[in-house]
C-alpha cells in the first residue's frame, strides 16, 4: 500500500485521462491548438504539393496519362493521429516515426511534433504512458504501410499490374489497425473501467473517432477498387 501511494505521489499532474496515470516529465504545450493545427495544415499541403510534382514527373516520364488519382489522395489524408492523420511516406515516418523513436520521453517533448502528440494524446493517453500495442502499431505502420503506401501510388502512376494486389494489402492493413485501435481502447473502457480520452465531447468526437476513421474509409473505398478490377478480370 505504501509503495502505491508512493507512485501516486510522484506522479507528474498531467491533463491526461485517467488523472492518475504516471506520466513522468509532462511539460505543458508552448504552442495554442490554432498554431499546432495551422502549422500541421501548412505542412499537409507542402508535403501534397511536392508528391502531385513527383507524380507529374513520373507520368511524363513515362507517358502514362491516365492515374488513378483516388488512391494517391489517400496519402495524404492522417491518424496524426493520426492521426490520422495524412499517412504519406513523410508523414509517416516523420510523425509515427518520430512517436516511435522517442516514446520513451514524448510527454517532456517540446517540439512541434511532440506538442502536436500531446494535443492529440489529450484524446488517447496510451500515447503517453509508453502502452505497447500504440507503440507496436505505429512503429509498424510508420515501417511497413507507409513506404508499401507510397509505392502504390508509384505503381498506380505508371499503371504497374502489382498494384492491385498491393493495394488490396495496405488498405487491409490500415483498416485491421483502425479496428484493433479502437477495439483496444473502448474494451478498456466499458469492460476495464479505463478511460484514456478527456470528457470534452471535441477530444473523442473530432480527434479519437473522425480522424482515425478517415483510414476505414478511405481503404474500404480502394478494396472497393480492387473488387471491380477482379470481377472485370473474372467476367473477361
Known amino acids: 500500500m505504501e509503495h502505491f501511494v508512493s507512485n501516486v505521489t510522484q506522479t507528474t499532474p ?21 498554431q499546432l493545427l495551422g502549422t500541421f495544415a501548412a505542412g499537409c499541403v ?16 513515362s507517358q502514362q496519362v491516365l492515374i488513378e488519382r483516388s488512391w494517391v489522395n489517400t496519402l495524404f489524408l492522417r491518424r496524426y493521429h493520426q492521426h490520422n492523420t495524412l499517412r504519406s511516406l513523410v508523414l ?56 508499401l503506401a507510397y509505392c502504390v501510388a508509384l505503381m498506380i502512376t505508371t499503371q504497374h499490374p502489382l498494384r492491385y494486389p498491393l493495394q488490396a494489402l495496405v488498405s487491409l492493413g490500415q483498416m485491421y489497425g483502425d479496428v484493433l485501435y479502437y477495439a483496444t481502447s473502448m474494451f478498456d473502457h466499458y469492460v476495464n473501467g479505463l478511460t484514456y480520452f478527456r470528457p470534452e ?17 478511405i481503404p474500404g473505398s480502394e478494396w472497393r477498387t480492387v473488387f471491380i478490377f477482379l470481377l472485370h478480370v473474372l467476367s473477361a
Open 46 to 61: 507542402v508535403i501534397l504539393g511536392l508528391t502531385l510534382a513527383l507524380v507529374a514527373l513520373i507520368r511524363l516520364s
Open 201 to 217: 465531447a471535441y477530444y473523442f468526437w473530432v480527434y479519437y473517432f473522425f480522424m482515425n476513421f478517415i483510414w476505414i474509409i
Open 92 to 147: 509517416m515516418l516523420r510523425c509515427l516515426g518520430y512517436f516511435a523513436y522517442n516514446h520513451a520521453s514524448m510527454a517532456g517533448m517540446g517540439d512541434i511534433f511532440g506538442q502536436l502528440w500531446k494535443e492529440y494524446a489529450l484524446s488517447d493517453s496510451r500515447y503517453m504512458t509508453r502502452d505497447p500495442f500504440v507503440i507496436c502499431m505505429e512503429t509498424s505502420t510508420a515501417i511497413f504501410w507507409g513506404p
Open 14 to 34: 498531467h491533463p491526461f485521462y485517467p488523472l492518475e496515470a504516471n506520466i513522468v516529465g509532462y511539460l505543458a504545450n508552448e504552442y495554442s491548438v490554432p
